[in-house]
């Protein structure tokens, strides 16, 4: 008896323009959804929504839709994909929040949605994503404090939250996170707060600055008037490290990296010179 064999097959999209739900990769995956592994429709100057439709395409293992002019929400039915392992959303125009039902990607190891309109904050549920190892949210438009649950992203290695409106004090939990090398947080409205050590003073290829945050240098003590507990009120003794604001904030430091160059951004933005530097870095 002749071996049973299925054949899974990878939908590549080549559209000029249209709807995404009308385009030929689409509607073949969705007709054919137990043939469909990898839906890849980028830079198609696509316009429309996502359908809640793609929740049915539990085979999928990729989904590139990144560079489009995509719009509408996030649906809920994508945390159905559990076989899913690679999300590219970014460089489109989606809103609304990020739905908490994306913790059922249980598969997933890189999330990108940066350079969207999302707003609101992100959901815990993203803890549950143990096999992640790079997640981007920045360039949105997000509120709200990082979960402490990111903590427990132990594969993580690269996550970009900047440019947001981002506040309050970054998790101790991300502490935890021993695999992590580029994390990028400047850029937002008032976060403060300690990078873990093995990322501190991290500048990484694309330019950012990891020290800067909305006003506050690392390693300096939240404010008084964050809506933070158990801040302390009183200035930082003198053996700890100078926090004195430099003559630039650090967020117009690392908006104009690519003027001044990011190690000279970052000798500023920590108040020394380049003859000051420690003879440990």
């Known amino acids: 008896m002749a071996a049973l064999v299925m054949m899974m097959v990878i939908f590549v999209g080549s559209t000029a323009a249209g709807r995404f739900n009308e385009s030929s990769a689409y509607q073949t995956c969705i007709t054919t959804p137990a043939s469909c592994t ?57 809103a609304g929040t990020v739905p908490s039902e994306l913790g059922g990607l249980h598969s997933l190891s890189r999330m990108y949605a940066w350079r969207n309109r999302l707003t609101g904050t992100l959901p815990s549920e993203l803890g549950i994503l143990t096999r992640l190892t ?42 935890a996170l021993t ?58 003794t003198t053996n700890s490290p100078s926090t004195a604001a430099p003559n630039s904030s650090p967020t117009e430091c690392c908006s104009a990296l690519l003027q001044v160059g990011a190690f000279a951004c970052i000798l500023e933005s920590l108040g020394l010179q380049q003859n000051q530097i420690p003879e440990s870095w």
């Not at 600055?209 to 809506?227: F, K, N």
């Open 179 to 236: 695999r992590l090398t580029h994390m990028v947080v400047c850029k937002n409205a008032g976060l403060c707060g300690d990078i873990p050590a093995g990322v501190t003073l991290n500048v990484d290829s694309y330019g950012y600055c990891p020290t800067a945050l909305g006003g506050t240098l690392l390693g300096s003590e939240c404010p008084s008037s964050q809506p933070t507990t158990g801040s302390p009120t009183t200035s930082p």
């Open 38 to 94: 990898r839906l890849t429709l980028s830079s198609n100057r696509l316009t429309g929504t996502l359908p809640s439709e793609l929740g049915t395409l539990t085979r999928l293992t990729q989904m590139d839709l990144h560079d489009n002019w995509l719009t509408g929400t996030l649906p809920s039915e994508l945390g159905t994909l559990t076989r899913l392992t690679i999300m590219e959303l970014f460089d489109n125009m989606l």
């Open 134 to 175: 790079a997640m981007s949210f920045n360039s949105n438009r997000l509120t709200g404090t990082l979960p402490s649950e990111l903590g427990a992203l132990s594969n993580l290695w690269h996550t970009f939250v900047n440019d947001n409106q981002l506040t309050g004090t970054l998790p101790s939990e991300l502490r």
